[in-house]
């Protein structure tokens, strides 16, 4: 029996966080259901708490926030709703000392760094980082976008994709003060809207998946910055629209996958040696708009939030090709925008 984790885009009137559990042969037992929360869109999960935005802005008469939520044995319990420090908060991540969230403002193009206190709530906005700039894509650059923040490996620095700016924002909490120093950025390809990250399982190397370009760029991760080495494609079509959303490696870290909105498509990768990788298949996502997706702990399944088709799509997947199987199963979730298997 496998337990999974999702979140969506629910007014507070709807259970916008449920916990499913899924057996082997398909059936889906409910678990807990959570509501309360507008627009639980990204969740990060550690240990029995679960953090999770709330994307909402101020032009709607709620600014975007951040909410703990504590899992007692399936029962979802929320704490107090925090300031994000901006608009349409998308993304939250754990510091690599687990005592902050950080949460990344699309709308307003900045980083809140929030404090954990002792019983794992959320005791408030300690720092924000606003960044500056643009691209030339017209209509999605016109300002900043923060997107997501990850770790580096070493845990020395906060990175940080900004859509809007084509930017890798190199931060670092500073211990006496708990707030955000910025260090520098990385300028990506103009136009390209660096979207999540990934970092390769053994090697210093960063993959970043850009939304606008549909590409994803593998990076170096050396003297305390990012040195581009290989660019892949996502899409299986470069005539349309298409944008990327998700990337993640597989448990076993011998393939990457990435999801493409628009041809609804997940790309697959086989990992070499060196860290570079080949584009083995592009399959169908299962549904329209493929926001997120997770590996089963085993690899044997992937699961897809297909958002516009309010359903999470089940694969089936081999872990030694690493190819996707058929469909096994779709799972109705009203505006799905997030899945993953629940952390025991």
Not at 36 to 55: D, K, R, T, W
Not at 61 to 69: E, R, S, T, Y
Not at 257 to 286: F, Q, S, W
């Amino acid at each position: 029996m496998d337990r999974i984790l999702v979140g969506s885009y629910a007014s507070p009137h709807d259970a916008g966080i449920q916990i499913l559990d899924i057996d082997r042969t398909g059936v889906v037992t409910p678990v807990a259901q959570l509501r309360g929360i507008a627009n639980p869109s990204f969740l990060v999960q550690a240990g029995a708490m679960i953090y999770a935005v709330s994307e909402t802005n101020a032009g709607s008469g709620l600014a975007g926030g951040v909410v703990a939520i504590r899992d007692s044995d399936g029962t979802l319990t929320a704490g107090t709703r925090r300031p994000s420090g901006g608009d349409w908060p998308c993304h939250v991540a754990l510091s690599r000392d687990g005592q902050f969230v950080l949460v990344a403002n699309y709308g307003t193009g900045n980083v809140g760094l929030l404090r954990i206190g002792t019983n794992g709530d959320i005791a408030g906005l300690n720092d924000l980082q606003q960044h500056s700039g643009s691209g030339p894509v017209a209509g999605r650059q016109a300002g900043t976008h923060a997107h997501s923040t990850s770790i580096s490996p070493d845990g020395r620095f906060v990175v940080a994709a900004d859509l809007g700016s084509d930017e890798l924002v190199f931060s670092s909490i500073h211990p006496a003060t708990n707030t955000l120093r910025r260090v520098h950025a990385v300028r990506t390809t103009p136009g390209h809207g660096p979207r999540h990250m990934a970092w390769h399982p053994n090697k210093p190397l960063l993959y970043v998946a850009n939304e606008l370009s549909c590409t994803v760029t593998i990076y170096r991760y050396a003297d305390d910055t990012l040195q581009p080495l290989w660019e892949h494609a996502t899409n299986r079509d470069p005539i349309g629209e298409s944008i990327v959303s998700d990337i993640h490696f597989s448990p076993d870290g011998e393939f990457l996958c990435v999801a493409t909105r628009g041809e609804h498509t997940i790309a697959t990768y086989k990992l070499h040696p060196d860290g570079n990788m080949t584009r083995l298949h592009v399959d169908d996502a299962g549904g329209a708009w493929p926001r997120n997706f997770g590996f089963s702990p085993d690899g044997s399944a992937l699961l897809v939030a297909c958002q516009h088709d309010n359903h999470i799509a089940v694969h089936r997947r081999d872990p030694r090709s690493g190819a996707l199987g058929p469909i096994t199963q779709r799972i109705p979730m009203p505006g799905v925008s997030y899945v993953a298997y629940r952390q025991r």
